[in-house]
């Protein structure tokens, strides 16, 4: 039996030598450069990589990985891993609009992991060169091209000393409600949460066959969990072939997209709900006329809240293409679970909740059921007692899937991954997210971090934001910050208009197609109208905000403590005037 990762590219490497592992659009297109990696090479390339980590007695010590999503990502990942090295996954500096969230990104993650060696791609490396001033941290720490490395250097790999609880790599949260912490998977870990994925998803040896192999196409980031945990290495738990291009080929064409799923036919491919709003919004005639998508069995939908209106629009839409409605698969996952909690049954239509506004686009999405081998409770979070069926609480796991802890973390470890519920044996991770489970399905709300309380009453900011976004086809999908400002009595907070209204009030940012700015007055009545009629709230304040200026995580997560604070400080980057309240 298997005891990592590593055993298994041995298995692959000899068994199907040959075959290919992963596939890169170096362009984003099918028709462009594209680059093949075979299970073979990938074994020596991973081993020379390792070699040349074991050599300098790394062992036991961080590398950072900075790279593009294509095949030396892959390769130093695992060569990591081949070499008992502790992988740490990074954002690779790229394009001047990404250079300082980026850097800023890689200098907490590189204080925190105590990084000793940067491993990355020739452009990466040289554009580290040229970031002396703003990275000073860069100073006496190897940087290494592993495409540099001669395959020669594999034949002095040694085989580690894994077990199951051996740290494989550090994952870092893409920090929507805190900064990024590490968190510590293990090799138990990983394995544990490819099985939950491969049962979840159907990948089983029959269903590769019937694919030809072709696993996933993905274009999701390499140093984010979701496009890892998934994509990458649920190809190699099981010997098969996926196709990886860049986020940034994705968000220029879209199509490329759903052109890729319609060359290579994989039976697995998603991403976050945003995406399928983008692949909407570029769904022209021609496009569809071109595309046969029958084969896409798994579109799975996650890392944020999955939206019915998406899912609806995206089935009708693409019906012509052969696109089934069974295949729209949401789940659920985070980083301290390793990925994978729940899923859909595959083949099953997504089950739907409808929610107090009586509209479908408003429905409640479950995120399926929870995978065998984990235990999901709804706990109270205050009184961290178990609630009934139905009533939505906090969601806490149990499982071999959760990881060890925080890195070098030890209270917020204590807090999040050693949580105790009367009636259940062991420890419990607190994820944070608020929930309920009804029927056996997992239904995902909000984050407990996020939760406003306005007249006593809860709400979720994502309903907001939903009944926002639904007022008016100028405001773009998933792209709109609801939050609460303390409103003190008699006086105007900070960035918003005084009403005499004291307590917690909510306000909204949204952005707002370019065109359409001069509708600016008419759509935030629109957005008012609409928060009023489904949750029967004012809104202090409405702001609209040129395209791309909400802050997001790494991951295209909203930061709705981010917005609340530029909205505080005058920030925002405002289209027109903002309303008054």
Known sequence: MARSLVDLLTTHATNQPDRTAYRYLATGDVDGEIEEISYARLATRSRAVAAWLQERGLAGSRAMLLYPPGPEFVCAYLGCLSAGVVAVPGVPPQGRSQNHRALTRTKRLMADA?????????????????????????????????????????????????????????????????????????????????????????????VLDAHDHELFVSWLPVYHDMGLIGPVLNTLYLGATTTLFSPLHFLQRPDRWLTAIHRYRPHTSGAPNF??????????????????????????????????????RFAETFAPTGFRPEALYPCYGLAEATLMVSGGLVDTPPVLLETDTGTGDAAAVSCGRPADGWTVAI??????????????????????????????????????????????????????????????????????????????????????????????????????????????????????????????????VAEVAAESAGESAKIIDLIRGAIGDAHGLPVRDVVLVHPGTIPKTSSGKIQRRATRTAYLDGTLSVVGAPAAG
Not at 383 to 401: D, F, H, M, T
């Open 275 to 312: 995406a399928y709003e983008l692949a909407l919004k570029h769904a022209r005639p021609e496009l569809l006329d071109g595309l046969d998508l029958s084969g896409w069995k798994v579109a799975f939908n996650g890392a944020e809240p999955v939206r019915a209106a998406t899912l609806r």
């Open 379 to 508: 706990a109270d979070p205050e009184r961290q007692q178990e609630r009934p069926e139905g009533e939505v609480g906090e969601i806490w796991l149990s499982g071999a899937s959760v990881a060890k802890g925080y890195w070098r973390n030890t209270l917020a470890t204590r807090e999040s991954f050693r949580a105790t519920l009367p009636g259940h044996e062991g420890r419990f991770l607190r994820t944070g997210d608020l929930g309920f489970l009804r029927g056996g399905e997992l239904f995902v709300t909000g984050r407990l971090k996020d939760l406003m309380v306005v007249d006593g009453r809860n709400h979720y900011p994502q309903d907001l934001e939903l009944s926002a976004e639904l007022a008016h086809p100028a405001l773009r999908p998933g792209c709109t910050a609801a939050f609460s400002v303390e409103s003190p009595s008699g006086s105007a907070a900070e960035g918003g208009a005084g009403d005499g209204v004291e307590g917690e009030q909510p306000v909204l």
């Open 114 to 206: 105590d990084a000793k060696v940067i491993l990355g791609g020739r452009e990466v490396i040289a554009a580290l060169a040229t970031m002396a001033e703003q990275l000073p941290e860069l100073d006496g720490i190897t940087r290494l091209v592993t495409e540099d490395i001669p395959d020669e250097t594999a034949a002095s790999w040694r085989e580690p000393d894994l077990t199951p609880d051996s740290v494989a790599f550090l994952q870092y949260t893409s920090g929507s409600t805190s900064a990024p912490r590490g968190v510590v998977v293990t090799h138990g870990n990983l394995l544990d949460n490819e099985r939950v994925i491969a049962e979840r998803m159907g990948h089983t040896a029959d």
